[in-house]
């Protein structure tokens, strides 16, 4: 087992296990506050994933949905696995634009972080990306799901409650700017749990919405089969009879898609309007980032309420033998083979994206809520 680095994630270092057997520093114990399954946070990687990760000078970022932390995974100079977090509340989408600007969406706004150092600087640790919170979107409770920024620099959003595609508005919690057509009208009711987003070239191109609705949480009912894939430019059907789907992503011309709710992540195919699958993978699939020919995603443990039972995955789980896991695993787009993965166990057991953080081994982030981390920074511009 790996423990975290230096985190507010656990109150107390006793709790943790690693591997190795050397003991989790004492950085581990900054908050006080109740945890699930014995205070515990564990993470267990493959035997390849680090070598791999360094390989590829590559770290990765996971929001976890219900823990409310944005969670850092990258290569250790040990050859252990580095994790960071950082608290920022109730998590789902981010973006990163590989320069040095980070986006996340909370319970009622969207932080934009920088990074604070140039190519050739590192922390006394060794981080060679370093997050600082520099502005705070306040949107209200939208229930704001995927977030990407286009290529024009504008920052987009999905608004599932207001079952529609947004973007920020200087004088307002945002600028609707697309809705389906069967959704009659702009009111905070989830009729259709419209939730992942994919830009192409840059722009807004294709969504995913659980059901075709315009009732309030009307969806729910639609939740296995009546999901589809959208163009928001033709408002045409691109694919059809998935079981809540997320997390669509435009990748060297291919759509791939999660049909969450049967745990196989897969293609779209754009002349049948069907979805093609690639992999299985054991949890609910939401969070999608793509590598070169690796797939990074994330696996859920379903949740205990009536959403979550009687899906297309719990019975495959059942008919392969399989318990539900939480994690990130990376698939071969090629083969559909797992080529390594890292489980989570204790607090942490739900995630809702992954963005892979190209050429970047140890990351770390300041914590906007932290007075400590706020008020020992200030930065100038050249002048």
């Known amino acids: 087992m790996t423990t975290i680095h230096d985190s507010d994630l656990i109150p107390s270092f006793q709790s943790a296990t690693q591997k190795n057997g050397v003991a989790p520093s004492a950085a581990n114990q900054n908050e ?37 932390k944005m969670l850092f995974f990258g290569p250790r100079d040990d050859g252990q ?7 920022i509340g109730h998590c789902l989408g981010m973006s990163f634009d590989d320069k040095r600007d980070f986006y996340i969406s909370t ?18 640790d060794g981080c060679d990306l370093l997050l600082h919170p520099q502005t705070f979107f306040v949107t209200g409770d939208l229930d704001t799901h995927d977030l990407q920024v286009t290529a024009d620099g504008r920052v987009i959003f999905v608004a599932t409650q207001f079952n529609c595609i947004a973007e920020l508005a200087p004088s307002h919690s945002f600028l609707p700017i697309w809705r389906p057509p069967f959704v009659s009208e702009l009111v905070a009711e989830d009729r259709c749990h419209l939730n992942g987003l994919s830009l192409v070239n840059g722009v807004p191109k294709y969504v995913t919405i659980c059901g075709v609705s315009d009732q309030a949480d009307g969806w729910r009912a639609l939740r296995v089969g009546g999901g589809i894939v959208m163009d928001i430019e033709t408002n045409e059907v691109v694919c059809e009879g998935l079981s809540m ?42 969070g999608l980032g793509m590598y070169q020919r690796t797939a990074l995603m994330g696996t859920s443990m379903p949740r205990g309420n009536d959403i979550f039972r009687g899906l297309p995955l719990e019975h495959e789980m059942s008919r392969r033998e399989e318990t539900p896991k939480c994690g990130v695993y990376f698939v071969d787009l090629d083969t559909g083979e797992i080529n390594a993965w890292f489980q989570m166990r204790g607090i942490v057991d739900e995630i809702y994206d992954v963005v892979p953080i190209v050429g970047k081994r140890k990351v770390m982030a300041h914590s906007p809520h932290s ?13």
């Open 107 to 124: 319970s009622y706004g969207i932080y934009h972080f920088s990074n604070l150092l140039e190519d050739s600087q590192q922390t006394a």
């Open 81 to 87: 696995l580095w994790i960071f977090n950082r608290n």
């Open 32 to 68: 006080n506050r109740p945890m699930r399954d014995g205070n515990l946070f564990e993470v267990t990687p493959s035997a390849g994933l680090v070598p791999w990760l360094e390989e590829q000078k590559l770290s990765l970022a996971v929001s976890t949905y219900q823990a409310g």
């Open 245 to 286: 789907p997320h997390s669509p992503r435009w990748h060297e011309g291919v759509l791939y898609v999660h049909d969450s709710a049967t745990g196989y992540f897969g293609r779209v195919n754009m002349q049948t309007k069907a979805f093609e699958p690639i992999a299985f993978l054991p949890g609910y699939l939401r």
């Open 371 to 383: 007075e400590h981390d706020m008020r020992r920074v200030v930065s100038f511009a050249p002048h």
